[in-house]
């Protein structure tokens, strides 16, 4: 009787929640300014405080904002940092724990500010004509150490005539003779070049302790004896063409004196010092020219002898290194089939899981993403994500069974609304049968006895990965009745090093037949109809969207956003137009022109027969408008139904302002909705 009664209340319970859950209201455009998420967890040296980064979204000013939040590791005393209303960044604990510097806009740019936990006052402490980056204190914590940008000159060819006093004339000719000028989100980048600072923490004038013609833009790190700084660069004499490699440099703050650590045709960067100061970890690699390298982790004394590589035997790109207390291995942050997760390398190369499900800091598409900090006690705050939330602030300790969240900024919106499902999906590639996973988000209140339009979001990159991380996006296309399929075809990362360079000099290549076979299996498992199937993506997902329809006429519509059309106007065009050469195809486009032709999506624009839909920012330097034109024009020639949007002051990343990433989306659906 009693097992009765349990079934029953069960089945109610089902019943119940079904019912509450179809009376939710779905996620909606404005719900996008309602998200918060967490980026920059700072765990103080004893593990009781946690600093972090609460971002938001300004629906006056249309733009995203983060201000600095405080909270105990048990979730108590949960308040904002200062009482400042702008902008703030970079917390840093000092070695004491009593004190915080960060950084935060003003009037004149960005400056340090200094924090003290015993009286909570906050006092600004430096006066610099740049924002600076990469705050790091010095064990002794009397000084901070940065990098920032100093101001060069140009050459100037002509001295021009002295205009007449309140005459108009027009601005004068802007001469470049950099090889890297400008840079997509900010446009023409200023002459000059980064170099470290060190501030007394106190306050005081700012010292420059670097100088030459080279950039110096890393984090610095100190020495245990504060005299010395290690930093990444490429102080090389033929730097600005050597643009792939970078060495680790030690500075003598005595004497200026700086000496280089490694030597390699390669990036070494991302520096950690063991807690005894005599052994520096970093990541890099040799390079070999390849579309895609796994970074590894190395180890060496501080003087630069006996390198040692950990993580020769780890099949996946190491990131954000830091020593583990005990100084026996290091922490780093790694990606794994679409999922980013925090793990812990000994001295011999054996590796553990920490926790997964890191990230959540894209808001958008669902990339990876994250970060974390830990304390002198072992205790990692790091930033949660899941598929139905953006980035929350989590704790956990090595050898914990799971994690503990500390705080839920979403809870308010997102328990109140009816999402999509997410579910993983793995199937087999017709080329070769290769595992492809993919993710599959379901409409609200999903009924399997209805068909659905199948929506096909391709991922950028294309060597970059999509996982279970919540996108606001892919929520609004499943709202507004759409399945989404969204898959890591090959090129995409977190699946080894091999997997993600089958693109090297055959990009666009099978990576699109892996996209079409996850198509025909959602077909054939019923979940999708052929003649209801759609596709877009941005950037390399833009790229294959445009690829896909001059391969087939499956689609009924497609949305092309900020494509490259033709790989030899975009790589004599776009801000890293230097970047592709012998890595993407082999030589430069006036020396391989079939290559970089065959390769480019226009040489299929004869074939496009599906209604297409062109998105672009009106200030994107990475792909820029001429690529999306390119397509356009081509389809109105041809007579092909089609129509260009342009959106205003919208760099590569349109999605940056939420009232963007709202247009983004609801011109894709309404030029889908013309096909339904």
Do not use: C
């Amino acid at each position: 009787m009693k097992i009765k009664n349990y079934l029953l209340i069960l089945a109610f319970f089902a019943f119940s929640t079904t019912i509450f859950t179809q009376n939710l209201p779905p996620f909606s455009s404005l719900d996008i300014f309602e998200l918060e998420w967490v980026t920059d967890p700072q765990i103080s040296p004893d593990g009781k405080t946690i600093v972090y980064i609460r971002n938001g979204m300004d629906i006056m000013k249309d733009k995203r904002i983060k201000r600095l939040w405080m909270v105990n590791v048990n979730g108590d005393d949960h308040q904002k940092l200062s009482a400042f209303d702008v902008n703030e960044s970079s917390p840093r604990w000092s070695p004491k724990g009593d004190r915080l510097a960060f950084t935060a806009s003003t009037e004149n740019g960005t400056e340090v500010f200094m924090y003290w936990m015993n009286s909570g006052k906050i006092a600004r402490i430096s006066q610099l004509p740049e924002s600076p980056k990469g705050l790091n204190w010095s064990p002794d914590g009397k000084w901070l150490a940065f990098s920032m940008f100093v101001e060069g000159t140009e050459l100037s060819l002509v001295s021009s005539p002295k205009k007449p006093k309140d005459a108009e004339w027009a601005d004068v000719p802007k001469v470049t003779t950099r090889f890297k000028h400008e840079t997509d989100g900010a446009g023409k980048m200023k002459p000059g070049y980064s170099h470290l600072f060190v501030l007394p923490a106190d306050g005081g004038t700012p010292r420059q302790v670097t100088s030459g013609d080279f950039n110096h833009s890393s984090k610095p790190i100190w020495s245990q004896d504060g005299q010395s700084l290690f930093f990444s660069s490429n102080r090389k004499e033929n730097w600005e063409y050597d643009f792939r490699n970078s060495e680790i440099y030690v500075l003598n703050l005595s004497d200026g004196n700086i000496t280089p650590l490694t030597d390699r045709n390669g990036p070494d960067h991302s520096m950690t010092l063991s807690n005894n100061g005599a052994t520096i970890a970093y990541l890099g690699y040799n390079d070999q020219m390849q579309a895609y390298q796994n970074t590894l982790l190395y180890t060496m004394k501080k003087d630069g002898s006996a390198k040692k590589v950990w993580s020769k035997n780890f099949d996946y790109t190491i990131s954000s290194p830091v020593w583990d207390p005990n100084g026996n291995g290091l922490y780093f942050m790694y990606d794994d089939k679409g999922n980013t997760k925090i793990g812990h390398i000994d001295k011999s190369g054996n590796t553990t899981v920490v926790t997964d499900n890191v990230g959540g800091t894209s808001i958008g598409r669902p990339y990876p993403g994250g970060s974390f900090s830990i304390s002198k006690n072992g205790m990692i705050a790091f930033t949660q994500s899941s598929p139905m939330h953006p980035a929350e602030l989590a704790i956990i300790k090595k050898g914990d069974a799971k994690p503990q969240q500390v705080i839920s900024l979403n809870s308010d919106l997102l328990d109140h609304r009816a999402l999509g499902k997410v579910e993983e999906i793995w199937y087999k590639s017709s080329i070769d049968q290769r595992d492809i996973q993919g993710w599959v988000v379901t409409p609200p209140n999903y009924d399997s006895n209805k068909n659905y339009p199948l929506l096909v979001e391709n991922h950028g990159g294309p060597i970059l990965n999509y996982g279970d991380r919540f996108s606001p996006e892919f929520q609004l296309y499943a709202a507004a009745g759409y399945i989404v399929f969204y898959p890591n075809p090959r090129g995409s990362t977190s699946y080894g090093e091999e997997f993600a360079n089958l693109l090297y000099h055959n990009y666009p290549g099978e990576d699109y037949q892996d996209v079409m076979d996850g198509v025909d299996v959602l077909i054939k498992n019923g979940m999708a109809t052929e003649d209801s199937l759609y596709v877009t993506g941005g950037s390399a997902g833009g790229i294959m969207t445009a690829w896909i329809i001059g391969k087939n006429k499956r689609f009924r519509s497609a949305a092309v956003i900020k494509p490259v059309m033709n790989w030899i106007s975009k790589t004599l065009t776009a801000d890293n137009y230097f970047y592709y050469a012998n890595s993407r195809y082999p030589g430069q486009p006036w020396e391989n022109v079939m290559d970089y032709w065959k390769f480019s999506p226009i040489s299929l624009v004869g074939n496009i027969e599906t209604p297409t839909l062109v998105m672009v920012g009106l200030d994107d330097l990475r792909t820029p408008l001429s690529e999306a034109k390119q397509l356009y024009h081509a389809l109105k020639i041809r007579q092909i139904e089609t129509a260009l949007v342009e959106i205003p002051g919208a760099s590569h990343f349109i999605a940056k302002r939420p009232s963007h990433m709202i247009s983004k989306i609801e011109y894709i659906l309404a030029w889908f909705e013309r096909s339904r």
